[in-house]
């Protein structure tokens, strides 16, 4: 049985690094579950509550991700910049390293859960210069599919008002959520604490976004 998601054209898929900051995996053609069928994006149904909102990733406790080994690179070369990214990708999987992976799906979708390497092989086969690689490893938390933020979407300067981050699937705790990430479009407008409390600073518009595992949810604010 087939256990992997084709990524679509279009599709990109990102590791974060120490800093929180995203960057691209390049060439990673295939992000498995193993044991499981997973069936390619345009093949969902809006009816299948996984595949909807799963994107064709499922939930599953040992994932695997395939790829295209990109070939040493020199400075100034048309792949050098993609090299340079695999291989830093390819090292924390060598170091068993864990970090969060969103999936960025052609249609603007976008998923994410935390991942633990188990290591980075060679598969069999292929020319020297063309390999295909595997990284084998386990998903340590379950996928997070939409963040929604609610609350009072106006404040008074000076005035303080509570936002709220949902996710779907909306039975995943907190603590296995990861935490929320909250950032103000523009201080100069409103602030935002760790917890989404959000105090006006000058009248105006400013977007307050929410930030799970590389999923955003956000809410235009106005402050008056």
Not at 11 to 30: A, C, F, M, N, Y
Not at 137 to 152: D, M
Request: hydrophobic content about 35%; proline content about 2%; charged content about 25%.
């Amino acid at each position: 049985m087939s256990e992997d998601v084709i990524l679509n054209a279009g599709t990109t898929v990102e590791h974060q690094v120490i800093d929180g900051s995203w960057k691209r995996i390049p060439s990673l053609t295939v992000l498995g579950a193993v044991g499981e069928q997973s069936d390619p994006k345009e093949k969902t149904t809006l009816e299948d509550r996984i595949k909807k909102y799963g994107s064709g990733l499922r939930d599953a406790p040992d994932k695997n991700m395939q790829g295209n080994y990109i070939p040493m690179q020199e400075s100034g070369d048309e792949h050098y910049d993609d090299f340079v990214l695999q291989q830093e990708f390819i090292n924390r999987c060598r170091n068993q390293e864990e970090f969060n992976v969103r999936v960025n799906w052609s249609d603007g979708e976008v998923t994410g859960f935390l991942f633990k390497s188990l290591g980075f092989q060679f598969n069999e086969g292929g020319q020297e210069d063309w390999k295909m690689w595997t990284v084998n490893g386990k998903q340590n938390s379950r996928v997070i599919y939409t963040v929604n933020v609610t609350g009072t979407a106006t404040v008074a300067t000076a005035g303080e008002t509570q936002l709220t981050a949902g996710w779907i699937p909306s039975d995943i705790t907190s603590a296995d959520a990861g935490g929320v990430v909250w950032t103000s479009s523009d201080e100069t407008k409103a602030t935002v604490d760790a917890d989404g409390l959000v105090t006006g600073v000058a009248a105006g518009d400013v977007i307050i976004t929410a930030e799970i595992r590389g999923v955003v949810g956000s809410l235009e604010v106005t402050v008056s």
